[in-house]
């Protein structure tokens, strides 16, 4: 990333953000915050409050600063992907939205899914939805973000993107997800999990190496979506033999079900990601199998 300096990272808080942060200023890089917390930022970032969803309160905060580039961490919808256009064209010469593999929840391919599977150029924007409204936006995560993706393809080369399309991440003593921990306690009284009767395998990425694809993706020139997940596939089996090493006598019972709500991690349809772009692009993605032991340890208190 030698040619950046500047960087703007918006909704870093948390989890994969505060990661990326860390990554970045060991790189040497200049780093600003902006989001509405009250919490500090980290000692050597400066922080900018605003409400990235209130276009004068975005613009206010930036006054006229600009980056070389800017990554969206918390662009959920196409609303807020029009707003960061408008607002950041000029400002930066790269925006990096980080994405998801669930805009690809309507694919069931037996083979792994490449970019191409979700072409952003053809996803039609609704602008008109009710993206503000909290149930809606977590019932249809995977279209806002599909959307989002569309209004960014649509600013053109005048506004410089990537939207990068996050595998299911794993691993960190700070997983705020529970899903692990989940598996964890009904592994612990014979509770048996459920899971759809023809259960998918999935792509999954260990929460450090996801920050590390952001920082390095953040210094590239690449532009359009690209799939970030580790190489080969889990099975819902194979989380839970990894959890059940650490629980004293434990094995996991499935109970699969046709209808009805299911375990976390486990799936209906296959849409795991071709990770072969980013590899012609530069990087190389480590197999999920040599960390998962690791990341399982870590989310249970097992590990460092």
Not at 34 to 44: D, K, V
Not at 119 to 143: K, Q
Request: hydrophobic share 40%.
């Amino acid at each position: 990333m030698e040619k950046v300096r500047e960087v703007l990272v918006i909704g870093g808080n948390r989890y994969v953000g505060k990661r990326l942060i860390t990554r970045l200023l060991a790189e040497g890089h200049r780093v600003t915050v902006l989001n509405r917390g009250s919490s500090p930022p980290p000692a050597g970032v400066e922080r900018l409050r605003a409400d990235r969803d209130d276009e004068r309160s975005l613009t206010a905060a930036l006054g006229s600063r600009a980056f070389d580039v800017v990554v969206d961490q918390v662009c959920y919808t196409p609303r807020q992907a029009e707003l960061a256009r408008r607002v950041f064209s000029g400002r930066t010469r790269r925006y990096v939205m980080t994405s998801t593999v669930e805009v690809y929840e309507y694919e069931d391919s037996a083979t792994l899914v490449p970019e191409e599977a979700v072409d952003p150029s053809t996803v039609t924007v609704g602008l008109e939805l009710p993206w503000d409204d909290p149930l809606f936006l977590e019932a249809n995560y995977g279209e806002g973000k599909r959307q989002a993706e569309a209004v960014l393809a649509a600013g053109g080369p005048a506004f410089p993107y990537t939207a990068v399309r996050v595998a299911h991440v794993l691993g960190g003593h700070d997983d705020f997800t529970g899903r692990l921990a989940h598996y964890a306690e009904r592994i612990r009284t014979g509770e048996p999990i459920a899971v759809p009767a023809r259960n998918q395998p999935a792509t999954y990425v260990h929460v450090e190496e996801i920050a590390r694809f952001l920082a390095w993706a953040a210094g590239e020139d690449f532009t359009g979506p690209v799939n970030a997940a580790s190489s080969g596939t889990l099975t819902t089996e194979d989380l839970c033999e990894a959890v059940a090493a650490h629980v004293p006598g434990g094995r996991a019972v499935f109970r699969p079900v046709e209808v009805g709500e299911v375990s976390p991690f486990s799936f209906r349809r296959s849409y795991g990601m071709d990770n072969a772009r980013a590899a012609r692009l530069g990087y190389a993605f480590t197999d999920a199998r040599q960390w998962l032991p690791r990341a399982v340890a870590e989310t249970l208190g097992k590990g460092d």
